[in-house]
């Protein structure tokens, strides 16, 4: 069951700009986010739509393009596939209080598409087995990537890889720090 009730009890909406929470699908392609967001510690929060909402995950340290890097990620609460927009100050007193910037986004498909007649019953099955395969097709994030969720006492911890692709680099793609919608960065998006 697909419920945003957890993520609107975190929120007063009176006093954030956050999106309310609404189940919507795209119409088209699905889509990914990755939010840059500094809050009481800089992460980043990446998010996939998934039958209607967008399952997320902080990321403390950022996506990697290097197959060689494991990245934490841990998943929190569903969001609204309108958060996929959301860019702003989160008001201090408010849970997540920070600036939140739109780092990449762009669209995905599975990586394994084989069976799957229905991507969305594909990716609900691969996410309960704690493994999926992506292709992110966005402005910095671009080919295969997995998330898999590490058998640990702590809940909710996966890990995002990148694949070894046409895309695979060592190069520091969190050195471009600039929103992909409004091309400014947090510091200046906070000023």
């Known amino acids: 069951m697909i419920s945003l009730n957890k993520y609107n009890q975190k929120r007063n909406f009176n006093a954030t700009t956050e999106p309310e929470g609404a189940i919507k699908k795209s119409i088209t392609e ?21 039958d ?7 990321i403390p340290k950022g996506p990697s393009m290097n197959p060689a890097d494991k990245r934490l990620a841990i998943m929190v609460e569903d969001h609204p596939y309108d958060y996929k927009d959301f860019e702003g100050i989160i008001p201090e007193g408010n849970y997540g209080a920070g600036t939140v910037i739109i780092w990449d986004n762009g669209s995905y498909t599975l990586a394994d598409k084989e069976g799957a007649d229905n991507i969305e019953k594909k990716l609900k099955s691969d996410l309960k087995e704690g493994h999926l395969s992506f292709i992110l097709n966005g402005k910095k ?5 997995a998330l898999v969720e590490l058998k640990t006492k702590e809940e909710n911890t996966w890990l995002l890889i990148k694949k070894n692709d046409q895309y695979a680099s060592d190069e520091d ?8 919608i409004s091309n400014r960065t947090l510091e200046s998006l906070e000023k």
């Open 173 to 180: 793609v969190l050195e471009q720090d600039k929103s992909v």
């Open 30 to 50: 699905l889509v990914f986010v990755m939010q840059k967001h500094a809050a009481s510690n800089l992460h980043y929060d990446f998010r996939l739509e998934v």
């Open 141 to 145: 994030l671009k080919g295969e990537f």
């Open 52 to 58: 209607g909402v967008l399952k997320s995950w902080v």
